[in-house]
Nanobody, 123 residues
Framework: QLQLVESGGGLVQGGGSLRLSCAASGRTFSSYAMGWFRQAPGKERVFVAAINWSGGTTYYADSAKGRFTISRDNAKNTVYLQMNSLKPEDTAVYYC????????????????WGQGTQVTVSS
Protein backbone atom coordinates (compact mmCIF):
# COMPACT_ATOMS: atom_id res chain seq x y z
CA GLN A 1 0.00 0.00 0.00
CA LEU A 2 1.04 3.57 -0.67
CA GLN A 3 -0.54 6.27 1.47
CA LEU A 4 -0.87 9.75 0.01
CA VAL A 5 -1.68 12.91 1.94
CA GLU A 6 -2.22 16.23 0.18
CA SER A 7 -1.76 19.63 1.76
CA GLY A 8 -1.36 23.26 0.78
CA GLY A 9 -4.83 24.05 -0.44
CA GLY A 10 -6.72 27.15 0.62
CA LEU A 11 -8.40 30.35 -0.46
CA VAL A 12 -6.49 32.65 -2.79
CA GLN A 13 -7.37 35.64 -4.90
CA GLY A 14 -7.35 35.40 -8.67
CA GLY A 15 -3.83 35.88 -10.01
CA GLY A 16 -2.31 34.44 -6.88
CA SER A 17 -0.27 31.30 -6.29
CA LEU A 18 -0.42 28.15 -4.22
CA ARG A 19 1.88 25.18 -3.86
CA LEU A 20 0.26 21.85 -3.19
CA SER A 21 2.21 19.02 -1.62
CA CYS A 22 1.52 15.30 -1.58
CA ALA A 23 3.46 13.24 0.94
CA ALA A 24 3.75 9.52 0.32
CA SER A 25 4.49 6.70 2.71
CA GLY A 26 4.39 2.94 2.78
CA ARG A 27 6.31 1.89 -0.31
CA THR A 28 9.21 2.99 -2.45
CA PHE A 29 8.03 6.37 -3.63
CA SER A 30 10.64 6.64 -6.35
CA SER A 31 9.14 3.62 -8.14
CA TYR A 32 5.89 5.46 -8.75
CA ALA A 33 4.77 7.93 -11.35
CA MET A 34 2.68 10.64 -9.75
CA GLY A 35 -0.23 12.67 -10.98
CA TRP A 36 -2.48 15.52 -9.95
CA PHE A 37 -6.18 15.59 -10.75
CA ARG A 38 -8.92 18.00 -9.79
CA GLN A 39 -12.66 17.86 -9.36
CA ALA A 40 -14.86 20.92 -9.42
CA PRO A 41 -18.34 20.83 -7.85
CA GLY A 42 -20.74 18.87 -10.03
CA LYS A 43 -18.05 17.92 -12.51
CA GLU A 44 -15.90 14.91 -13.24
CA ARG A 45 -12.40 14.51 -11.90
CA VAL A 46 -9.92 15.57 -14.58
CA PHE A 47 -6.21 15.27 -15.21
CA VAL A 48 -3.99 18.24 -14.35
CA ALA A 49 -0.37 17.09 -14.44
CA ALA A 50 1.84 14.03 -14.09
CA ILE A 51 5.50 13.26 -13.56
CA ASN A 52 7.62 10.16 -14.02
CA TRP A 53 9.62 8.45 -11.29
CA SER A 54 12.75 10.56 -11.76
CA GLY A 55 11.11 13.89 -12.44
CA GLY A 56 12.59 13.99 -15.91
CA THR A 57 9.32 13.73 -17.79
CA THR A 58 6.20 15.75 -17.12
CA TYR A 59 2.76 16.05 -18.70
CA TYR A 60 0.19 18.80 -18.37
CA ALA A 61 -3.41 19.38 -19.26
CA ASP A 62 -3.87 22.31 -21.61
CA SER A 63 -5.49 24.24 -18.76
CA ALA A 64 -2.33 23.87 -16.68
CA LYS A 65 0.37 24.52 -19.27
CA GLY A 66 2.36 27.65 -18.60
CA ARG A 67 0.81 28.20 -15.16
CA PHE A 68 1.33 25.00 -13.17
CA THR A 69 4.52 23.07 -12.52
CA ILE A 70 4.70 19.54 -11.18
CA SER A 71 7.85 18.41 -9.44
CA ARG A 72 9.00 15.78 -6.98
CA ASP A 73 11.60 15.23 -4.30
CA ASN A 74 12.22 11.53 -3.93
CA ALA A 75 14.37 12.09 -0.86
CA LYS A 76 11.33 13.63 0.85
CA ASN A 77 8.77 11.24 -0.70
CA THR A 78 6.82 14.26 -1.88
CA VAL A 79 5.34 15.54 -5.11
CA TYR A 80 4.42 19.19 -5.60
CA LEU A 81 2.13 21.22 -7.77
CA GLN A 82 3.09 24.86 -8.04
CA MET A 83 0.11 26.83 -9.29
CA ASN A 84 0.56 30.39 -10.50
CA SER A 85 -1.77 32.91 -12.10
CA LEU A 86 -4.73 31.15 -10.53
CA LYS A 87 -8.19 31.71 -11.96
CA PRO A 88 -11.63 31.18 -10.41
CA GLU A 89 -12.10 28.23 -12.77
CA ASP A 90 -9.20 26.50 -11.02
CA THR A 91 -11.42 26.13 -7.96
CA ALA A 92 -11.67 22.42 -7.18
CA VAL A 93 -10.59 19.64 -4.88
CA TYR A 94 -7.12 18.61 -5.96
CA TYR A 95 -6.05 14.99 -5.64
CA CYS A 96 -2.68 13.36 -6.02
CA UNK A 97 -2.38 9.83 -7.33
CA UNK A 98 0.33 7.23 -7.80
CA UNK A 99 0.94 4.52 -10.36
CA UNK A 100 3.70 1.95 -10.28
CA UNK A 101 5.88 2.42 -13.32
CA UNK A 102 4.55 4.29 -16.33
CA UNK A 103 3.09 7.79 -16.30
CA UNK A 104 -0.64 7.67 -16.96
CA UNK A 105 -2.98 10.56 -17.62
CA UNK A 106 -6.23 8.63 -17.11
CA UNK A 107 -7.83 8.25 -13.69
CA UNK A 108 -8.39 4.51 -13.99
CA UNK A 109 -4.69 3.92 -14.57
CA UNK A 110 -3.72 5.11 -11.10
CA UNK A 111 -3.48 2.70 -8.20
CA UNK A 112 -3.46 4.98 -5.16
CA TRP A 113 -5.20 8.24 -4.30
CA GLY A 114 -5.04 10.85 -1.61
CA GLN A 115 -8.05 12.34 0.13
CA GLY A 116 -7.81 15.68 -1.68
CA THR A 117 -7.22 19.30 -0.73
CA GLN A 118 -9.59 22.16 -1.50
CA VAL A 119 -8.41 25.07 -3.63
CA THR A 120 -10.70 28.06 -3.90
CA VAL A 121 -9.84 31.00 -6.13
CA SER A 122 -11.85 34.17 -5.65
CA SER A 123 -12.49 36.66 -8.41
Amino acid sequence: QLQLVESGGGLVQGGGSLRLSCAASGRTFSSYAMGWFRQAPGKERVFVAAINWSGGTTYYADSAKGRFTISRDNAKNTVYLQMNSLKPEDTAVYYCAANYGVVPTKMYEYDYWGQGTQVTVSS
